[in-house]
């Protein structure tokens, strides 16, 4: 069975430019999370996704960020306008039903 | 926030030693999962414990789970070099959506 998979697996971003991030979950898994794990820190939930539907985007920045699944299988996640405060890893995840997550192997960003 | 003020903590053990790390959390959960993060790589789950579990055992590994100090813990037994690794514990409210702690940072020496 194939896992999660995310593409790029690496960025490095000027201020001001623009950035999507791409993820295919594990067959048949209906939830998918965004993730962004800043160096040293823990994963901090940014999005989540059951099928094609938002379940949560509280944590998400609004105004930079945003997430889609649009037929409830792959995903991007796009950042707008990058601050060097969004240097982190972005890690997908996907579960069926929220059980066990199966994490792909980030997609490391730089913002210079 | 749902956790405590803990930072990204390091421990250093040597090899064969005995080691408990320790996660605590504000809110209620139905869940904790443990998760292992080597270098370069997304977390793995490498034991999970129920609310109404208070330990749960897989090989070397021991997790707890206290719901009334809101607090879990995982042990490794007898550690080896391959145990070293970043550990995070995450919870789930019941919502399905994970929170993670800072983690613990273990360094196994030969």
């Known amino acids: 069975e194939a896992g999660v998979t995310q593409s790029p697996r690496y960025a490095v971003l000027q201020e001001g430019q623009a950035v999507s991030f791409w993820c295919d979950p594990i067959s048949g898994h209906d939830t998918l999370y965004w993730y962004q794990q800043p160096r040293d820190q823990g994963p901090q939930l940014l999005v989540y996704?059951?099928?094609?539907?938002?379940?949560?985007n509280s944590q998400l920045p609004s105004d930079r960020f945003s997430a889609v699944r649009p037929k409830g299988t792959n995903s991007t996640l796009k950042i707008q306008s990058a601050k060097q405060g969004d240097t982190a890893t972005y890690l997908c995840?996907?579960?069926?039903?929220?059980?066990?997550?199966?994490f792909g192997e980030g997609s490391r960003l730089i913002v210079v | 926030s749902q956790w405590g003020e803990e930072n990204l903590q390091a421990l250093s053990i040597q090899e064969g030693e005995d080691v408990t790390m320790n996660c605590s959390y504000k809110?209620?959960?139905?869940?904790v999962h443990w998760y292992r993060q080597d270098s370069g790589r997304g977390p793995a789950l490498i034991i999970l414990i129920r609310s109404n579990e208070r330990e749960k055992r897989s090989g070397r590994l021991r997790a707890t789970l206290d719901t009334s100090s809101q607090s879990s813990s995982l042990s490794i037994t007898a550690a080896q070099c391959e145990d070293t690794a970043v550990y995070f514990c995450?919870?789930?409210?019941?919502?399905?959506?994970?929170?993670f702690g800072k983690g613990t940072s273990l360094t196994v020496i030969p």
């Open positions: 809110t209620y959960t139905t869940v």
């Open positions: 995450a919870t789930d409210t019941g919502y399905q959506n994970f929170y």
């Open positions: 995840a996907s579960s069926n039903s929220g059980n066990t997550l199966y």
């Open positions: 996704f059951r099928d094609e539907a938002v379940i949560d």
